[in-house]
């Protein structure tokens, strides 16, 4: 048995096969946890050949004495894993931006002969859970993307229309002119947690999507693959990725499994 695992700053991500003719199997754990990803591969997978990517990757390795391990550089697994990906899709683009909306977000020109690192930013899946707490004490995942769902941005932030009012603006008006810019100006007092949290993933997607999107430009390239633990089960912060990106003038592309990509290029090391 081989196992990928990607060891992240919030969740500890594991690709494995049982067998060479069975398909890739996915499980994750939160990196908080680790002693139980310990026990679950001690359990699963004593005698496994394990390859380990991520930052915590290091630490994670000083628990498993049994397994025969190696270490992969995180970025290196994340591309090949992508790479590997999108073998199953027919309109797959050959160079592209890869942005991984983890805890943090990695930005990345990738194409199937060289990848290299473009920049990041501090805003991204952390940033979700930590403001969400702050603003409204929700600091469950799934709680969180749950809640926002039914969320109304209108009263927390401005948009490029609202202060264009009555008049034609030079860029699109849905474009967001202030994430929370409304706050003091709307004359409300108070919000509904739900329209926090939506503002919240808001800030985020459109954050990141902006950055992605400068990449893009700068390597002139119009595909923009996302990836990261942070767009699972997200349906609000995908539409907010993709929506953003389309009317920045690029394409956004989510994966199957593109949140296990680390992982599967460490397996695929092996
Ligand atoms: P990094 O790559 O920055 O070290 P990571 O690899 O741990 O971090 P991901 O697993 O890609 O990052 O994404 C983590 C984010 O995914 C969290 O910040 C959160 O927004 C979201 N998330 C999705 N599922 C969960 C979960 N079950 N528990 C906590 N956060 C989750
Ligand atoms: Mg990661």
Redesign the pocket.
Known sequence: LKMGI????????IAYKEEASASLEFI?F??ARMQEAVSWIMQHAPKAKVSIT???AALLQSYLSQNEISTIV?FDATCSGVQYLLRDIKTAPEAFVLT???????IHYTDPNKHYRLGGSGV??????GLSYLLTGIG???E?IHTAKNGNRERVDLKVSHIYEGAVPPIPGDLTASNFGNVRLDGSNTREVADLLASVMGLVGETVTTASVLAAGQCGVSSIVY????????GLLQDIVTGYTKLRGAEAVFLDHG?FS?AIGAWLSL
């Open positions: 990607d060891a992240g700053g919030t969740l500890i991500k994750n939160p990196s991520g930052g915590k995180e991984n909306c983890g805890t943090g977000t990695s991204g899946g952390g940033t979700l859970i469950d995942f799934n969180i990836i990261g633990s942070s767009f699972v089960g997200n949140p680390g």
